[in-house]
């Protein structure tokens, strides 16, 4: 079970894909977050799931919020990704699922690391939870209406 509406989500770093460290607590205070765990660059779902990020990115900043995707996968991954569908947002490369693990992102279908959707206001606090790995594009419009009600 991951954290929940309320909580208050855990600081970290980690690189993004361009190599250079982000920090959690450099957007606190300053504006809102969707932070979306999923499990692999460049596969189907995880593609599918990216572009309508990338398609709504433009309401995502007309909203304030800053978007942010986390996999295990690595720099390198994330940049040939990023560069491949022209993905504007900041993919974070958490190759040791430590920022996974504080999230409590558990495994869906107890093999393939887990998609879950979480909307941070900028206080840090957690308003919206999405958790559903099959239908990737469903966490958008989840988290665009959380943003929206905020």
Not at 79 to 104: C, G, H, M, T, W
Not at 137 to 150: D, F, G, M, P
Request: with cysteine; charged share 25%; net charge neutral.
């Amino acid at each position: 079970m991951g954290l929940n509406v309320g909580d208050t989500i855990p600081e970290f770093i980690l690189k993004d894909q361009h190599g250079k460290p982000f920090s959690s607590s450099d957007l606190l205070g300053k504006k809102p977050m969707v932070i979306y765990f999923y499990p692999k660059d460049d596969t189907p779902g995880c593609t599918k799931e990216a572009c309508s990020f990338r398609d709504s990115y433009e309401e995502f900043k007309d909203l304030g919020a800053e978007v942010i995707g986390i996999s295990g996968d690595s720099v390198n991954s994330h940049s040939k990704f990023a560069e491949k569908y022209q993905l504007p947002f900041i993919l974070l490369s958490d190759n040791n699922n430590e920022v996974r693990k504080a999230f409590k992102v558990g495994k869906s279908m107890l093999i393939l690391p887990g998609r879950e959707t979480y909307v941070i206001d900028k206080n840090g606090k957690i308003i919206m939870v999405f958790n559903n790995l099959l239908n990737a594009e469903k966490h958008i419009t989840e988290a665009i209406n959380a943003l929206k009600k905020s």
